[in-house]
């Protein structure tokens, strides 16, 4: 197998999205398998280790359709600690309202169906799951997601796939539709004065100039962007050295339109220079407009 080979496992919940996933790997060159039985994985990777030119980026989809075969994954990842090869794991979750509705609309039957109904297999494969999801190098929410922003984030993860800088994801969201499910730090910015109170400033956004010197010109974001890059410029360094690949950091205000993107921003331009990837996503900022429509 050679050196520089970049090996993905792909798994995660059922109606997460690990087909669109793959198709966005497959488009970045890597050799997609999917559905693998965990127990093949040795197997496989002594078949491609065979090869005279071994591809550099291959990616594995192994999941609960495996049925009992799926039982073998701690197996599999102990064979690649043990054998020293070169993978990380990317976890695909989606809430449980975001699922059940996915199957509905696409009537499908979830491979962990028995009896109960869909959240009850859901529910069935979340404990099955729960401890490689820790164990995920990289996990993706895709509640709220479409096809192309998945795509996207796809992309930004493994589009680089031989950097092994520190991969940072700032993120702006709205409360009142949820807290992202794959931030590592969450910061709660509703502590600033609120734009959408002024009517002059309500229909315009954090990226917007009259919002975005109205929340980053207040005594309160400075002192606040002032101590908040301090502590990343401490933590990124040692992020990077226990060997994390992927770091969310998600500031939150109420609708996810003004404060957060405004902040999320300016965190995000603080970090140049740094030994870091660094991409910006504002996850509802037309959450309101698209409601609308």
Not at 41 to 64: C, H, N, W, Y
Not at 207 to 218: A, F, G, K, Q
Not at 223 to 245: C, N, V
Request: glycine fraction near 6%; aromatic fraction near 8%.
């Amino acid at each position: 197998m050679s050196e520089k080979m970049k090996l993905v496992i792909v798994t995660g919940m059922s109606g997460a999205g690990k087909t669109q996933a793959v198709r966005s790997l497959e488009d970045l060159g890597f050799l997609c398998v999917d559905n693998l039985p965990p127990a093949l994985v040795p197997r496989f990777v002594e078949l491609i280790r065979s090869q005279g030119t071994p591809p550099e980026k291959v990616a594995l989809v192994m999941d609960a359709r495996g049925g009992t075969l799926f039982e073998a994954f701690a197996e599999a990842i102990e064979y690649l600690e043990q054998s020293g090869y070169d993978y990380e794991i990317l976890f695909l979750d989606a809430s449980e309202e975001t699922l059940v509705r996915r199957y509905k609309e696409t009537r499908r039957r979830h491979p962990m169906f028995l009896e109960g109904g869909i959240l009850e297999s859901i529910r069935r494969e979340k404990e099955l799951l729960k401890e490689i999801r820790e164990k995920a190098d990289k996990l993706i929410d895709t509640s709220d997601l479409t096809n192309s922003q998945l795509k996207a984030q796809i992309d930004d993860l493994f589009a680089a796939a031989w950097d092994s800088r520190l991969t940072v994801t700032v993120m702006s969201f709205g409360f009142k539709y949820g807290i992202p499910l794959d931030a590592d730090l969450v910061m709660d910015v509703r502590f600033l004065p609120n734009p959408f109170y002024i009517d002059a400033l309500r229909p315009y956004t954090g990226i917007d100039e009259p919002v975005r010197n109205y929340v980053l010109e207040n005594q309160s974001s400075q002192a606040f962007l002032s101590r908040f890059t301090e502590l990343l410029q401490f933590l990124l360094p040692h992020y990077d050295r226990e060997g994390k690949s992927h770091l969310v950091i998600a500031f939150g205000c109420t609708g996810g339109k003004h404060r957060s993107v405004a902040l999320a921003n300016a965190v995000a331009a603080s970090l140049e220079g740094q030994e870091a990837r660094v991409f910006v996503t504002h996850r509802d900022i037309h959450r309101e407009r698209e409601q609308e429509n």
